[in-house]
């Protein structure tokens, strides 16, 4: 499968240290060819490194020079690098061959934050199942003995 230029050339390094500026990402990979782009992305207001970067190199041969050592270090803390593409998420407005999860993206998530919430319900409900057909014999041996011993509380006080 031939995949286009930019999307063979381009380069996700995870990992890095919050002091990694753009200059020191694009240092480290100038070893491996000629780079077009090199961004470190930062944060908004603190403008500190968010931990991640983007290499895009002219020639995809340099892209995977780069990736033969999946975990480099740079500026003294090993990192995770790969091709871009490999890791790209797949957005809701994008098509999707994963049958019922790309019909009903929502419902899926849902079911996957409220696992635990939907097995207690459904244990309960077991239990209710099984216990609620034998309630009524239960009650009424406990109402029978707790009034013989009790004869005041039998009626209603008012």
């Known amino acids: ?4 230029n930019d999307i063979e050339t381009k380069i996700y390094v995870a990992g890095l240290p919050w002091i990694t500026k753009t200059e020191s990402l694009r240092n480290y990979f100038e070893q491996f060819g000629e780079i077009v782009y090199a961004n470190v992305v930062c944060d908004r207001a603190t403008k500190r490194s968010k931990g991640f970067g983007f ?3 002219k020639e995809a041969e340099s892209a995977n020079r780069a990736c033969e050592d ?3 270090t740079i500026d003294g803390r090993k990192t ?3 091709l871009a593409y490999l890791g790209a998420r797949v957005h809701n407005n ?9 019909i009903f993206p929502n419902l899926i998530n ?3 934050r ?8 459904l244990v309960t409900a077991g239990l209710a199942i099984c216990v609620l ?4 014999q239960y009650y009424w041996q406990y109402y029978q003995q707790y009034y013989q011993h009790y004869p005041w509380f039998s009626t209603y006080p008012y």
């Open 70 to 72: 999946p975990n480099p």
């Open 114 to 121: 409220y696992f635990h919430v939907i097995i207690v319900v």
């Open 80 to 82: 995770n690098c790969k």
């Open 110 to 112: 849902c079911l996957q």
């Open 133 to 136: 057909p034998y309630w009524n």
């Open 1 to 4: 499968m031939s995949l286009p």
């Open 94 to 102: 994008q098509s999707n061959k994963n049958g019922l999860v790309s």
């Open 55 to 57: 290499i895009t190199f």
